[in-house]
């Protein structure tokens, strides 16, 4: 049976393919860092942190933005990218609706009347009575689920090596 960690090495993205994408071919050379690569705790954690925070809050250019901060704060750019994929097509409507909603009570405003989420139009002209509370919604999902998924892993890695130590010492 696959660890959590095991197959969260199995779906990141190898340093090369990486390097081979479009938007991080100019950064190739700044993606020799070994911290950037490493399977530590704090790169790992904050690799995750930083993917869900720019997944949820940034709808473009998601893995650029994740490579170039990851490389900022050298977490783990692998980590990084896949953490971003939290927001697809599939995942996007649901958030954005619930971040809207959750905008809309945190900064006291109501929800646009006449607007139906069935009709993209309607969505365009309410733009400007949507877009304060659904980046304000965004801005806190993203915070949220940064910190939970920092906190998260560090937690399992912390009882990984425990548990690990525990079955040598006792072995």
């Known amino acids: 049976m696959q660890t959590l960690f095991e197959r969260l090495r199995a779906m990141a993205p190898s340093r090369a393919k990486l390097e081979a994408t479009p938007g991080l071919r100019r950064l190739a050379p700044h993606l020799s860092h070994p911290k950037l690569w490493v399977w530590s705790r704090r790169g790992v954690a904050l690799g995750l942190a930083l993917g869900l925070f720019i997944g949820l809050l940034i709808p473009v250019a998601q893995f650029l933005f994740a490579a170039v901060a990851a490389m900022c704060l050298r977490a783990n750019i692998a980590v990084a990218a896949v953490g971003t994929l939290v927001s697809n097509p599939l995942t996007v409507p649901p958030i954005y609706y619930a971040a809207?909603?959750?905008?809309?009570?945190?900064?006291?405003?109501?929800?646009?009347?006449?607007?139906?989420?069935?009709?993209?139009?309607?969505?365009?002209?309410?733009?400007?009575t949507i877009g304060l509370p659904l980046f304000t919604g965004l801005a806190i999902t993203a915070s949220v689920a940064a910190v939970a998924g920092y906190l998260l892993i560090s937690q399992v890695w912390i009882r990984r090596v425990t548990a690990k130590r525990r079955c040598c010492v006792r072995g």
């Open 100 to 128: 809207y909603h959750l905008g809309a009570w945190a900064t006291g405003t109501s929800a646009a009347e006449g607007m139906s989420l069935a009709d993209p139009w309607s969505l365009v002209e309410h733009f400007g």
